[in-house]
């Protein structure tokens, strides 16, 4: 089990789309303000898990035209979370930009290319019951608490340099970079 948790906080836990965008969240909104995106991207994420564990993940990669449409829809989703990362009003001024929904993360759980590939790569690591039954479900639960602690972790990063970015020149450099890197981070998902 330990070495599906160490494997899961390497390959899971690395800066992706859900993580980067819910560090620029934490800083531009704060964790209270971002609690319903970081539930939704847990839901979507582990929707993608649960895929992963059933085989559906196999049966939907036999369509050629699902891949594309799910890189369509995670692409126009990051773009969108992107720009409104970016123009995010300082924490100073919280009441003046929506952050993101619950709907919101679960679409970007759900459509992230980097969750696919990561939860497949160590869902196939090593067994942890004899039965595959069971060793599915061991490691769904596993996961299921692994995607909410490393998710939470990087919300309460973003959160934790909030107070350094109430200036708003400041809060501006850092909310551009974070919605570049978001956009960056997802490319490489895409390409590898």
């Not at 449409?69 to 123009?87: G, M, P, R």
């Not at 039965?131 to 973003?158: E, R, S, Y």
Request: hydrophobic share 60%; charged share 5%.
């Amino acid at each position: 089990m330990w070495a599906l948790v160490l494997t899961s906080l390497a390959i899971m836990g690395s800066p992706g789309p859900a993580t980067i965008s819910l560090t620029a969240t934490g800083s531009a909104f704060g964790v209270r303000r971002s609690l319903g995106y970081l539930t939704g991207i847990v839901i979507g994420t582990t929707i993608v898990l649960v895929a992963v564990a059933t085989g559906i993940t196999a049966a939907l990669l036999a369509v050629p035209a699902v891949r594309p449409v799910l890189i369509a829809v995670s692409a126009a989703y990051i773009l969108w979370l992107a720009y409104h990362v970016a123009t995010a009003s300082p924490l100073a001024d919280s009441g003046t930009s929506a952050a993101p929904s619950l709907g919101g993360g679960a679409l970007l759980g759900v459509a992230n290319p980097k969750a696919w590939v990561a939860i497949g790569a160590v869902f196939a690591g090593g067994r942890l019951a004899e039965h595959a039954v069971a060793d599915a479900a061991a490691k769904v639960a596993v996961l299921t608490v692994m995607i909410v602690l490393i998710n939470a972790t990087w919300l309460l990063a973003g959160a934790s340099f909030a107070p350094v970015f109430r200036d708003p020149r400041r809060a501006r450099v850092v909310n551009v970079a974070l919605a570049a890197a978001l956009v960056v981070a997802t490319a490489l998902a895409v390409v590898h």
